[in-house]
């Protein structure tokens, strides 16, 4: 599916006739392949078999309210944090296009460069070491052990 | 507050130009609320004609040493980060309809 998304994200900005609609459509997709990463992410490191129902509530356990003002859950390498970054980026430009009635202010090679981020993010996801993958996974099912201790 | 975004526009492009690529020329920086109505940076990177149509894992880390190079300043507001590029000629730049109205061809920068 997350390769699928992107697919269907360039796609819709190589269309002859291209309208904000697609742009918005464009934007939103390039998030929730990003998000869907993360998720599968999380599922997999715990459960492998994908069709089993504890990987479907793992899966779904990622929020999108985790990615806000939760930075320390990603504060473990470079490449979690910058996974973050980008994704609280993504986010942003998703509820623009979701959300914002007003003319939806960015061009066509601005949602390029959404989109490419996004895929950048599905690649480092995919990339990270096993280390990283483990203290992302738990600290986005209990959160990090100083969170813990004030809650 | 002028004098702070002037300062941050200039770490910005010092900071991209370093990480990214000299094909920065210049960024923009406007101050407002986010999607959580909490008070962020909105940065524009402007790109010239020589960047690669695909940023790759380069921008990715330069928008987080943007943001850490912030905090290390003591500015917790998020930097969001987006490019805005110049003398682009390929034809799906040009959006040829728009859903706010009667059709429009209009040319993006």
Not at chain 2, 99 to 104: M, P, V, W, Y
Request: aromatic share 8%; charged share 30%.
């Amino acid at each position: 599916m997350i390769d699928a998304l992107l697919q269907i994200a360039d796609e819709l900005l190589s269309q002859t006739d291209v309208s904000e609609s697609h742009l918005r459509r464009a934007t939103s997709t390039a998030y929730y392949a990003a998000f869907h990463a993360l998720c599968k992410m999380l599922a997999s490191q715990i459960v492998p078999d994908e069709n089993s129902e504890l990987f479907v509530r793992l899966y779904r356990h990622v929020n999108h309210n985790q990615l806000d003002g939760n930075k320390a859950l990603f504060k473990i390498s470079d490449e979690t944090n910058a996974i973050r970054t980008q994704l609280d980026d993504l986010r942003q430009r998703r509820i623009e296009a979701d959300y914002i009635p007003a003319k939806f202010p960015y061009e066509i090679v601005q949602v390029k460069d959404f989109v490419n981020s996004a895929r950048t993010v599905v690649a480092l996801i995919r990339s990270l070491t096993e280390n990283d993958r483990i203290a992302l996974a738990v600290n986005l099912l209990i959160g990090t052990s100083k969170q813990r201790a004030v809650g | 507050m002028v004098e702070t975004t002037d300062k941050y526009k200039q770490i910005a492009l010092e900071l991209l130009k370093e990480k990214l690529g000299k094909f920065v020329y210049g960024v923009t920086v406007t101050e407002k609320l986010d999607h959580n109505e909490e008070a962020s940076l909105f940065f524009e990177a402007q790109l010239d004609e020589t960047a690669p149509s695909d940023l790759g894992s380069d921008f990715v880390f330069s928008h987080l040493y943007l943001r850490r190079e912030l905090e290390s300043r003591g500015e917790m507001r998020f930097p969001y980060l987006a490019t805005k590029r110049r003398g682009t000629t390929t034809p799906g730049d040009i959006i040829l309809r728009s859903d706010h109205g009667s059709a429009t061809r209009r040319k993006a920068s």
